[in-house]
């Protein structure tokens, strides 16, 4: 086949994806619906756990090492984690305030996690034995949360995965190997609340044909929440290492602890509590969500590093945590030691880096009626002038950690004038 013939039957598959999905059709308010758990839940896991977990060096090395499929492969024979690893996650994750999972059914370098018959490369049929999605999905079920199933449709391992761009019958076969075990994935394990699509190299959303993957998956599960990393819009949003909050979309903000999504261990360049608190924070702020990952080892086993920051993290959110799951849009933003989330008229100062006996609050527009320390509901003096709320008569030595919040009650929505401090403050007579 020539190139021009391939972009021919390409040019008529991208007539046949623009259709409108029978989902976008249904309109907002479904979407909003779907969305409801998502927004409440605002934490959630992602876990990245696959062969690369046994080499130790990075989710990517089969790549960005040059390492040769036959050699790579082998890695499925020597992979043997524990009975049951998921639970562990499950329970650490309930500790912890999160509220959903996320985890790797298969990554880029083309092993499944889960039973496919579509290829003999995953775990039943490889080292493990057995179907780690399933103890992945029971044990997240039986803590209550929600299931998410991350899905790379890049894959380094499979015949197609590169020509499938040059080369029509290649991209026929793979095209219908990825939508096959999606097709898999959202059969057989119940029901299934996200679905995270990744990397969508070397095709576009045409030539994965993704509005027919779309509607494949809301047809198999009515209720799922789909990202936008297969070309399409999606149900949300998903900035990376990063937050930056959609104004008009969901969005949620997926991160590592390290500096790395797969197990890796030399990378002891972990987030503190406190980072991770003050990142929880700024995504509610500005209603986003916060999908914090873990790398567990080959065995399944969670780095001690992330087991004890999450339990700090859980700690904190029993106290503080309805703050955060209840935030609404919050207006407020500028301080050096704090940042910000509001429920109703009541500004929630989250302090980070505590200042000691008075903490001040500049051009805040609003009349405060009472202030008191969110965890404690201890009671805090204020003095308000017109550009400066402080509040005083607390303790030198922060008193919550890693984050110290104050309950702040307005007379109104919390609104923050900080440009009127530089231009309407009084200066003295010249
Ligand atoms: C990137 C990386 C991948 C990781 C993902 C998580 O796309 O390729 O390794 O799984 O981000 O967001």
């Keep these: 086949m020539t190139r021009r013939d391939y972009l021919q039957i390409v040019a008529a598959a991208s007539a046949a994806a623009a259709a409108t999905p029978a989902r976008a059709a249904a309109g907002d308010a479904d979407r909003e619906a779907r969305l409801k758990w998502w927004h409440d839940a605002r934490f959630g896991m992602f876990i ?9 060096r990075h989710e990517w090395a089969m790549e960005v090492e040059g390492i040769p499929v036959e050699e790579y492969q082998k890695l499925a024979a020597s992979f043997h984690p524990k009975p049951n690893a998921a639970r562990d996650w499950a329970r650490l994750a309930k500790q912890a305030g999160q509220k959903y999972m996320v985890m790797t059914t298969k990554h880029h370098e083309g092993f499944c996690n889960f039973d496919s018959k ?46 499938c761009a040059t080369d029509e019958q290649a991209r026929r076969r793979f095209v219908d190997y990825i939508h096959g075990q999606i097709r898999e994935l959202l059969t057989n394990y119940g029901k299934i609340d996200v679905l995270w699509y990744d990397v969508n190299w070397p095709l576009n959303a045409v030539g994965w044909e993704s509005a027919k993957m ?76 916060y999908l914090l990952n873990i790398g567990p080892k080959p065995d399944g086993s969670i780095p001690e590093e992330s087991v ?16 955060i799951y209840k935030s609404q849009k919050c207006q407020v933003t500028r301080s050096e030691f704090a940042n910000f989330t509001r429920e109703g008229n009541t500004l929630f100062m989250h302090v980070h880096f505590w200042p000691g006996e008075t903490v001040a609050l500049g051009g805040l527009t609003n009349q405060v009626k009472s202030a008191r320390l969110a965890a404690t509901g201890k009671e805090v003096k204020f003095e308000q002038e017109k550009f400066r709320v402080r509040f005083t008569g607390l303790p030198e030595k922060a008193p919550d950690d890693p984050v110290t919040t104050i309950a702040i009650e307005c007379d109104g929505e919390p609104h923050q004038d900080q440009n009127a401090i530089r231009t309407q403050r009084t200066r003295l007579k010249a």
């Excluded at 990245?48 to 130790?56: C, D, E, N, P, V």
């Excluded at 490369?121 to 998410?148: H, I, N, S, T, W």
């Excluded at 004890?308 to 703050?323: C, K």
């Design 214 to 289: 779309n509607d494949m998956v809301y047809q198999l599960q009515p209720q799922i929440l789909v990202n936008n990393r297969n070309g399409l819009p999606g149900d949300f949003t998903t900035p990376e290492q990063t937050i930056r909050a959609s104004t008009d979309v969901a969005w949620e903000s997926c991160m590592t602890m390290n500096g790395s999504w797969g197990y890796h261990k030399a990378d002891t360049d972990w987030k503190t509590p406190r980072t991770i608190v003050r990142n929880l924070v700024t995504c509610a702020r500005d209603t986003g969500n």
């Design 48 to 56: 990245h756990w696959g062969l690369y977990s046994q080499l130790g």
């Design 118 to 163: 579509l290829t003999d490369y995953c775990a039943p049929k490889q080292g493990p034995g057995r179907d780690l999605v399933k103890e992945y999905v029971e044990a997240a079920r039986g803590e209550g949360l929600r299931v998410g199933f991350y899905y790379s449709l890049m894959d380094w391992h499979h015949p197609d995965g590169a020509r």
């Design 308 to 323: 004890q920051t999450l339990t700090s993290v859980g700690r904190w959110m029993a106290r503080n945590g309805e703050r």
